[in-house]
Nanobody, 124 residues
Framework: QVQVVESGGGLVEAGGSLRLSCVAS????????MGWYRQAPAPGKQRELV?????????TYADSVKGRFTIFRENDKSTVYLQMNSLRPEDTAVYYC????????????????WGQGTQVTVSS
């Protein structure tokens, strides 16, 4: 059982910054990838990938956050951060961290381990 715990959400004004943290524990397997999805409050809005980082350090970003958000990790590779700058009201969402310990999970073929989510609210 892998535990994934997020922290760092909150309320911020547009243009401000927040840093989210995510810690994965409870596994002796190599973590293949970690990252962040978000789900906005609008009805029918799907959960979308925000950013991810693989075990070799490869990062991926949604087009909507490129140049504003940065994902990085600790050397132990079980803690990742999402630095969010120049926040916009449309970034308001619940942010979920995931951890993949298999290739299938990293590809999305199997469900990864999820955290409980942290709310980010950006006021205009």
């Amino acid at each position: 059982q892998v535990q994934v715990v997020e922290s760092g959400g909150g309320l911020v004004e547009a243009g401000g910054s927040l840093r989210l943290s995510c810690v994965a524990s409870g596994t002796t397997f190599t973590i293949i990838a970690m990252g962040w999805y978000r789900q906005a409050p609008a009805p029918g809005k799907q959960r979308e990938l925000v950013a991810s980082i693989t075990s070799d350090g490869t990062t991926t970003y949604a087009d909507s956050v490129k140049g504003r958000f940065t994902i990085f990790r600790e050397n132990d590779k079980s803690t990742v951060y999402l630095q969010m700058n120049s926040l916009r009201p449309e970034d308001t969402a619940v942010y979920y961290c995931y951890t993949a310990i298999t290739v299938a999970q990293a590809k999305g073929d199997m469900t990864p381990w999820w955290g409980q989510g942290t709310q980010v609210t950006v006021s205009s």
